[in-house]
């Protein structure tokens, strides 16, 4: 497709359950990128992948986040155990050559932990 | 300190003004973004740059990479232009490192 999809909009978990998130990045771009954004605040570089390979993970909290990019399937990133300051917008981007590229950003899923 | 540093935090301005947003940055990059959030929270990519200077209608962006610092300019704002302006730069090709953003409101 021509814009970045996620999936859901809007997710409300309750603390301790497990949250997924779902991004089709724009066909034909090999690299897919995750960012949390709590309260409208600074943006927090999660993890990134050139195609299904994982680029960079640095910013993965690891005990509890896991994400995926699997060949003609959505990216996902998992949220097992979720905690309180999970409540975020988690903003998936993707581009044709990295990070030194033109990112497309997809609307973001809004989550929630009650 | 942050890696990313951008200024003022918050602005507001008239109609019409001209708008300069700052961007300095510590640490080494191999590009700079400069990104737009709309009041609704939707992401749009406004400039990739690694040198010099890039115009797109009333918007110029330019970057000076020996002193580490880039700028954002508005011409003839507009109260559309009202957004949140965020500075990010390139860390090698695998991640961006973001500034907090500029609250931008333009008064009509």
């Known amino acids: 497709g021509e814009e970045v999809a996620q999936t859901p909009k809007h997710l409300v978990r309750g603390e301790g359950q497990k949250a997924k998130l779902y991004c089709a990045p724009i066909?034909?771009?090999?690299?897919v990128f995750w960012y949390q954004q709590v309260l409208k605040n600074e943006f927090k570089f999660l993890i990134s992948f050139q195609n299904e390979n994982v680029f960079d993970e640095t910013g993965m909290p690891k005990e509890r986040f896991s994400a995926k990019c699997l060949p003609n399937s959505p990216c996902s990133l998992e949220i097992q155990a979720t905690k309180l300051e999970d409540s975020a917008v988690y903003f998936c981007?993707?581009?044709?050559?990295?990070?030194?590229?033109?990112?497309?950003f997809g609307p973001g899923t809004r989550l929630l932990v009650l | 300190k942050n890696e990313v540093e951008q200024s003022p935090q918050n602005l507001t301005a008239q109609e019409g003004e001209f708008i300069t947003i700052n961007c300095s940055y510590s640490?080494?990059?191999?590009?700079l973004h400069w990104l737009q959030q709309h009041p609704g929270g939707g992401i749009v990519s406004l400039f990739m740059?690694?040198?010099g200077k890039k115009k797109h209608g009333r918007l110029i962006a330019t970057i000076n990479i020996q002193e580490k610092h880039s700028s954002l300019h508005i011409t003839a704002s507009h109260p559309r232009d009202s957004a949140v302006y965020i500075c990010?730069?390139?860390?090698?090709?695998?991640?961006?490192?973001f500034g907090q953003g500029t609250r931008l409101t333009i008064n009509p």
């Open positions: 981007a993707s581009s044709l050559g990295g990070a030194e590229e033109t990112q497309y």
């Open positions: 740059l690694s040198s």
């Open positions: 066909k034909g771009h090999s690299y």
């Open positions: 640490v080494g990059i191999s590009a």
């Open positions: 990010a730069v390139a860390i090698g090709a695998q991640k961006l490192v």
